[in-house]
């Protein structure tokens, strides 16, 4: 840790932190300095030792799961044996008869309108203003610059305006309007002007006609007689038709249609956790105060785009006249959540009594403290009408460490003198430990739990390190194919329907990972709001405005109507470890492919990771894909070759075999990024390269198979020798 620092107390306290604190955070929110860190203290000192504590148990359950399988090595798998030692030992707690969600003072946002979710690193201004901002998309846009419009016929992509592809994106949006806001007759195709009389008239070829459902019109921009923009919703999601005869797409529109923008990104997770790279304390004051910067309406962003310098900040909300004509507004920017770190990790940006402390506790204060910001009044833009801060918990092991994040809010609430339950809980069911117990753990949050989402990623990096010792799992691609895994995607939706979670909180599902392939994505990510989720997440805006499309064709809560009566998924099938068969034997050139794609994702993330401090990108696979990647693709990867080391697969020359030629690739793929660090011309002394070895090697020693440790100290290495 920096030599500079302040004690207050029993605390040292590096002194960026401090001057952050008590120089921007404080400001206004009625607690003095001094009265601050004596409580906070207080706070550590209580908190410190019971996180402490649950990490032992961690450990400990690890160590005796570890033990059963290895003394059942060479035997059959008894499930029944397995899963009675499961409960014996406690890491299966007795599923609660019932659970009720009684979280109150929920935003819409959360409690009501099934949508696209963002996930955004909150340490880069731009992105999370982006983020932010992303509540509205224009579907144009998003059409004409990605996949779902084919470059067939010259609809060519590349160069100025292509008219034939702005036909082709004109023609699928009028497509979309005639499927979800039909009118009486004709089409939305011949419409010729819109204006506002007993609610919306359109004017097509054939004369007047009105909407199907006449109840789609919210409201308008303008005039009754000439519209500057109308809105229409469906299944909670708003459209905005905007018209403007001096745009260059509407001048030529025979309704002078400009643009049509989509309700997208309803809410969004700024992430203090897997998408950043936040080693130290200026690394955190950076996150912290982003975070401070949106919950004040201050933050700002400016960058050059060809050569004119834009400044971004947060979308006003726009004043509308509605249906009814009465006055009204229209909310411009997604409703914010925030991601802390797990537990696991510690930080020396605060000592206690010289010992480092758990960064979640940092976090939890810290980020409560900045929202309340935005509860007292103190910016223009409101984040959360309810009154409520929304905090993302990832990485509880089980109900018992929800209950004490639940405990630990209480007392966060106490010394900040909020009212209780102010602070919402989202629960990420991404560890085996918390998806077996999924209804224990809502119930352990049950007043204050907004959110529960599935992650395939982490929750598979932890199947594999729970498992380590059960044998050689499956490849990476046969994992979504495996009964644990749809169980697990089940269950989630079924004890959260069951909990209440509906009116009080979302059910969610995962990222989409290729960013680019944009067709594939309207073909298949529509399964999740078909499974009930009321929530999925998307790797950026025009993702999102794309994805919203689904939310318009499927009514959610009628889904989740229906599910309600479905025969629950049973937790036990979720026990079932996925080994290879006894008599199954991988190809070389099977066990090839699988190291070779797991290394050079390792590497690819890694080496921005490490090496420029990047904590979440589009990293080209070793087929030059781009995917989304973050810690979780890490996790999974990492665990993956060191769990087929374990048991023989792969042998450590085959590892660093293709460690070796695949650094070589990753450098050729980020040969056009000057800020980008080599590998491949010096191995032993690359401190990616390093980092990306010691995932694998000493993967099994890392508690739970997380990556942080490694990637923390090969970072701050790393920023030492560029200083």
Known sequence: MSLSITTKGSLQVNNELVDFLESDVLEGLGLSADEFWKKFETFLKEYKPQVESFLRKRDDFQSQIDQWHVDKKNMPHDQVAYETFLNDIGYLCPKPDSVSVNTTNVD????????????????NARYALNAANARWGSLYDALYGTDVIDESDGATRSGPYNPIRGNKVISYTRNLLDTHFPLTSDS???????????GLIVTTTSGNRTLADPSQFIGYGGSREEPSSVFLSKNGLNIEIIFDPENHIGSTDDANIADVMMESAVSTIMDCEDSVATVDASDKVLAYGNWLGLMKGTLQSKFLKGSDVVTRK?????????????????RKRSLLLVRNVGMHLTTEMILLDGSPVPETLIDGVITTMCGMHDLIGNSAY????EGSIYIVKPKMHGPEEVEMSSSMFSSIESFLGLPPNTVKIGIMDEERRTS???????????DRVVFINTGFLDRTGDEIHTSMEAGPFVPKSEMKSQQWLTAYEDINVDEGLAAGLLGHGQIGKGMWARPDDMADMLREKIAHPLSGASCAWVPSPTAATLHALHYLEINVSEI????????ATQRELMLEVPVLEPHRELTPSEIDAELRNNVQGILGYVSRWVGQGVGCSKVPDINDIQLMEDRATLRISSQHITNWLHHGIVSSEQVHKVMEEMATLVDQQNADDEQYHNMSNNLSISIPYQAALALVFEGREQANGYTEFLLTERRQKMKQSLA
């Not at 819409?108 to 340490?123: G, K």
């Not at 939305?188 to 007993?198: D, G, L, M, P, Q």
């Open 108 to 123: 819409p946002e959360i409690a009501s309108i099934a949508a696209p979710q963002l996930v955004v690193p909150v340490d």
């Open 188 to 198: 939305h195709k011949n419409s010729t002007s819109y204006f506002v009389a007993e």
């Open 314 to 330: 947060l979308n006003q909300d726009s004043a509308i006249k509605l249906a009814d004509g009465s006055d009204g507004s229209i």
């Open 382 to 385: 409101k984040n959360s009408p």
């Open 436 to 446: 077996l117990n999924l209804s224990a753990c809502i119930q352990a949050a049950s």
């Open 560 to 567: 989740q109507e229906k599910l309600q009566s479905r025969t």
